[in-house]
């Protein structure tokens, strides 16, 4: 009952209502990237999402024009001198992820669920299908998130994401909501510029 129709209708009722209250955000970014670096304020890039339905996830725009394509941020050689000035704050305080409250307006994703794997993250996906990850709708936030961000393994990840899948309901969800509050403002499993090569970075712009 709760993940077929109550939590969509709260995904439906704070997406709404975050967009209204962070307009004002909203305008103050466009702003600052528009200033920082001319190009497109969006970033627009292929995701899985529930069932593995293909969907387009936005971002605000971190990087530079001339950032080679299709290419993950960790795989660039100095993928700082493509990080723009405030793409750097941006990415830091995670407030690049504000346009996505637009894909759980229109249901693309939920505000807490495992984060959406990058089309060619192929290794995720089939991990993620062993354990029925992907037939959940993916989220802005989720357990993952809050235990390591772009630290953790694809193995780890997975292994929160089945935690998650198993502990499913309103309680959980709250606790993951209160808890990427902290985790935001600690700026916890940020790891900009590359990782350990056995470790997966989520924020890659291809």
């Known amino acids: 009952m709760y993940v077929n129709c109550f939590k969509r209708i709260m995904d439906l009722i704070l997406s709404s209502l975050a967009i209204i209250i962070l307009s004002p955000v909203f305008l103050i970014v466009i702003l600052a990237i528009k200033i920082d670096n001319p190009g497109p304020v969006f970033f627009v890039q292929e995701r899985i999402g529930k069932n593995k339905k293909h969907f387009n996830i936005y971002k605000f725009r971190t990087m530079k024009t001339t950032t080679p394509k299709d290419t993950p941020t960790h795989l660039l050689e100095n993928p700082q001198q493509y990080i723009t ?116 970075k989520e924020k890659a712009e291809v």
């Open 85 to 200: 000035k405030v793409g750097a704050f941006l990415r830091k305080t995670s407030l690049d992820e504000l346009p996505q409250i637009f894909n759980i307006l229109i249901g693309d994703m939920s505000i807490v669920g495992p984060r959406p794997a990058l089309w060619n993250q192929f290794d995720l996906i089939e991990l993620r299908d062993t354990y029925g990850v992907n037939n959940i709708r993916p989220g802005l936030t989720g357990w993952a998130q809050i235990n390591g961000r772009d630290e953790l393994s694809i193995e780890e990840k997975v292994r929160y994401d089945v935690e998650y899948l198993e502990n499913l309901s309103f309680g959980f969800d709250i606790k993951c909501f209160f808890a990427t509050i902290f985790s935001v403002l600690k700026s916890d499993g940020v790891v900009e510029g590359g990782i350990v090569e056995s470790k997966e």
